[in-house]
C-alpha cells in the first residue's frame, strides 16, 4: 500500500483525503459544495483489492495537488488584476505605507 497509509488504515486515510479535499473546496473558488457533490460518491465506493485501493488514493493526492495549484493560481491572477490597473498614485501611496510599516517594525527591534 502507499507510503504515507502506512501508519493508518485504508478507511482513515481515505477519511484524511476527503477533509482535505473540503478544507481546498471552502478555501477555493470552486466552494465546499461543488467538491463534495463529486468527491462524497467517489469515495462510497467499496474498494477492497489493495493495489486498486492504491490507485484511487494516488489518483486523489494528485487531484488535491492540482486543485492547491488551481487555487494559487486563482488567487495570483485575482492579485495580478486588482494591482496591474491600479492608478500609479495608488501604487506609489502603497509604497509609502509599506515602508512606513518596515521603519515602524525596525523602530520596534
Same mark, same amino acid.
Given at each position: 500500500? *502507499? ?33 463534495? &457533490? ?5 469515495? @462510497?465506493?467499496?474498494? &477492497? =483489492?489493495?493495489? &486498486?485501493? =492504491?490507485? /484511487?488514493? $494516488? +489518483? ?7 486543485? /492547491?495549484?488551481?487555487? $494559487?493560481? *486563482? +488567487?495570483?491572477?485575482?492579485? +495580478? ?6 492608478? =500609479? =498614485?495608488?501604487?506609489?501611496? @502603497? ?8 521603519? /515602524? ?5
Amino acid at each position: 500500500l *502507499h507510503a504515507r497509509m502506512s501508519h493508518l488504515s485504508s478507511n482513515a486515510y481515505a477519511r484524511q483525503l476527503y477533509k482535505q479535499l473540503i478544507h481546498i473546496g471552502r478555501s477555493s473558488f470552486l466552494g465546499a459544495n461543488y467538491i463534495r &457533490t463529486r468527491a462524497k460518491p467517489q469515495f @462510497m465506493i467499496p474498494i &477492497t =483489492d489493495p493495489q &486498486t485501493l =492504491d490507485k /484511487e488514493f $494516488k +489518483k486523489t493526492e494528485f487531484i488535491i495537488k492540482e486543485l /492547491e495549484a488551481m487555487a $494559487k493560481l *486563482h +488567487k495570483y491572477r485575482q492579485l +495580478k488584476h486588482k494591482y496591474d490597473h491600479a492608478p =500609479d =498614485d495608488v501604487i506609489q501611496g @502603497m509604497i509609502v505605507e509599506l515602508d512606513r510599516k518596515v521603519q /515602524e517594525k525596525h523602530q520596534q527591534d
